[in-house]
């Protein structure tokens, strides 16, 4: 198999299997227990937050571990919106979040709550004046995320969180696909929240971080005893919060030399498809995107059938095309992509593991897919 679905999950890297052992057969302490089998299940909770933190240029007691980027975004959503209802009940995201975002955001509005959707152009990128323009005396956060998971544009943060400090409105980003590609320092972007996704870096599912700066609060999502200082309730899972710091760790020595790379390959691939598939259409920005993605569309055909005669490919589509019927995602849709160009749109994402030999083999099993659905 040729695995080009690395925006979906990563597989495990054998440096996180590695640390992941001694914590799975025999340091099984619960991180509160005052003797020395709990105590070292402590220090490795600790470093592991130490290793997230330093990834992100954050203090470590500003790392919080739970589940995942879902609970990451419901409680950051939910548990500000709870928190800050007396000051205020707008939120402000936009038309291409993940749905971890934009469903938290429903329920919300279903609640009382306000939500603004923001349009994004043709690119997918959010202009940071409809930010400002947005904004209401009752807005109490903003949430925008780093880089999209479908076609990798990179929002501009920077510019935003300009705008959320003048306004004194916290901000908040989804990160779980920029974390390990690009450098993601909390004080360069300007943000207040921002969540992390260990299958995202070659760490396990079922693991996340959730930046939280000092400052910054939140009404629980999992109210229980006072792990992770009163804001996420539950006994630690040491074994997987272990795993996320070594990959923390990974991901901060690879940084330098995995994004170039994964961008030689990505730009490789497109090359060979836009040379092999007239009218190939690239969905997003040349530029201003995650290096591992390539988001590229063959109009008049249906990404779902290129794929189906492909079982040694994995890779992703952008849109569920039934007949006449095209059901576009709601990223490409909120570009402004036209059905008969959204149809065929591939997801193609390059990862640690991906080789020159997979990208030529993917590209030329594309290409003769393409061409015999065309009927050439």
Same mark, same amino acid.
């Given at each position: 198999?040729?695995?080009?679905?690395?925006?979906?999950?990563?597989?495990?890297?054998?440096?996180?299997?590695?640390?992941?052992?001694?914590?799975?057969?025999?340091?099984?302490?619960?991180?509160?227990?005052?003797?020395?089998?709990?105590?070292?299940?402590?220090?490795?909770?600790?470093?592991?937050?130490?290793?997230?933190?330093?990834?992100?240029?954050?203090?470590?007691?500003?790392?919080?571990?739970?589940?995942?980027?879902?609970?990451?975004?419901?409680?950051?959503?939910?548990?500000?919106?709870?928190?800050?209802?007396? !000051?205020?009940?707008?939120?402000?995201?936009?038309?291409? %979040?993940?749905?971890?975002?934009?469903?938290?955001?429903?329920?919300?509005?279903?609640?009382?709550?306000?939500?603004?959707?923001?349009?994004?152009?043709?690119?997918?990128?959010?202009?940071? %004046?409809?930010?400002?323009?947005?904004?209401?005396?009752?807005?109490?956060?903003?949430?925008?995320?780093?880089?999209?998971?479908?076609?990798?544009?990179?929002?501009?943060? *920077?510019?935003?969180?300009?705008?959320?400090?003048?306004?004194?409105?916290?901000?908040?980003?989804?990160?779980?696909?920029?974390?390990?590609?690009?450098?993601?320092?909390?004080?360069?972007?300007?943000?207040?929240?921002?969540?992390?996704?260990?299958?995202?870096?070659?760490?396990?599912?079922?693991?996340?971080?959730?930046?939280?700066?000092?400052?910054?609060?939140?009404?629980?999502?999992?109210?229980?005893?006072?792990?992770?200082?009163?804001?996420?309730?539950?006994?630690?899972?040491?074994?997987?919060?272990?795993?996320?710091?070594?990959? *923390?760790?990974?991901?901060?020595?690879?940084?330098?030399?995995?994004?170039? !790379?994964?961008?030689?390959?990505?730009?490789?691939?497109?090359?060979?498809?836009?040379?092999?598939?007239?009218?190939?259409?690239?969905?997003?920005?040349?530029?201003? !995107?995650?290096?591992?993605?390539?988001?590229?569309?063959?109009?008049?055909?249906?990404?779902?059938?290129?794929?189906?005669?492909?079982?040694?490919?994995?890779?992703?589509?952008?849109?569920?095309?039934?007949?006449?019927?095209?059901?576009?995602?709601?990223?490409?849709?909120?570009?402004?992509?036209?059905?008969?160009?959204?149809?065929?749109?591939?997801?193609?994402?390059?990862?640690?593991?991906?080789?020159?030999?997979?990208?030529?083999?993917?590209?030329?099993?594309?290409?003769?897919?393409?061409?015999?659905?065309?009927?050439?």
């Amino acid at each position: 198999m040729i695995y080009l679905d690395y925006n979906a999950t990563t597989p495990l890297a054998p440096e996180v299997a590695a640390a992941m052992q001694t914590y799975i057969q025999t340091e099984y302490g619960n991180p509160s227990s005052d003797y020395p089998l709990g105590r070292r299940a402590r220090a490795a909770v600790d470093r592991a937050r130490g290793q997230v933190a330093a990834l992100l240029g954050a203090q470590p007691a500003e790392i919080v571990f739970l589940s995942g980027a879902s609970e990451a975004n419901n409680t950051v959503l939910k548990g500000v919106a709870h928190r800050l209802r007396a !000051r205020g009940n707008h939120i402000i995201t936009t038309a291409i %979040e993940h749905p971890a975002v934009v469903n938290p955001c429903l329920f919300l509005l279903e609640e009382g709550t306000d939500v603004t959707f923001l349009p994004v152009d043709g690119r997918g990128l959010v202009e940071p %004046e409809a930010v400002r323009q947005a904004l209401t005396p009752r807005t109490i956060l903003i949430s925008v995320m780093h880089a999209n998971n479908e076609t990798g544009v990179i929002q501009p943060l *920077a510019e935003i969180s300009r705008i959320a400090r003048e306004a004194g409105v916290w901000l908040h980003t989804d990160a779980a696909q920029s974390v390990g590609k690009i450098p993601v320092r909390v004080e360069a972007l300007g943000v207040d929240f921002l969540t992390v996704a260990g299958h995202k870096v070659y760490a396990p599912k079922g693991i996340g971080a959730l930046y939280v700066r000092s400052g910054c609060a939140f009404t629980p999502l999992v109210h229980g005893a006072s792990q992770e200082s009163g804001r996420r309730a539950g006994t630690e899972n040491v074994i997987l919060d272990v795993a996320l710091g070594e990959a *923390a760790a990974l991901a901060a020595a690879r940084l330098e030399t995995d994004g170039p !790379r994964l961008a030689a390959l990505r730009d490789r691939l497109h090359q060979l498809l836009a040379d092999g598939i007239p009218g190939l259409v690239l969905n997003g920005p040349v530029t201003q !995107r995650l290096p591992n993605t390539l988001n590229v569309s063959v109009p008049g055909l249906a990404g779902a059938d290129i794929l189906a005669g492909l079982p040694e490919l994995a890779a992703s589509t952008g849109a569920a095309c039934h007949g006449p019927e095209v059901k576009l995602s709601h990223v490409l849709a909120a570009m402004g992509v036209p059905p008969q160009v959204g149809c065929g749109a591939l997801r193609l994402t390059t990862g640690r593991g991906t080789t020159d030999a997979e990208v030529d083999r993917a590209a030329a099993l594309l290409i003769d897919r393409v061409r015999a659905l065309a009927g050439h």
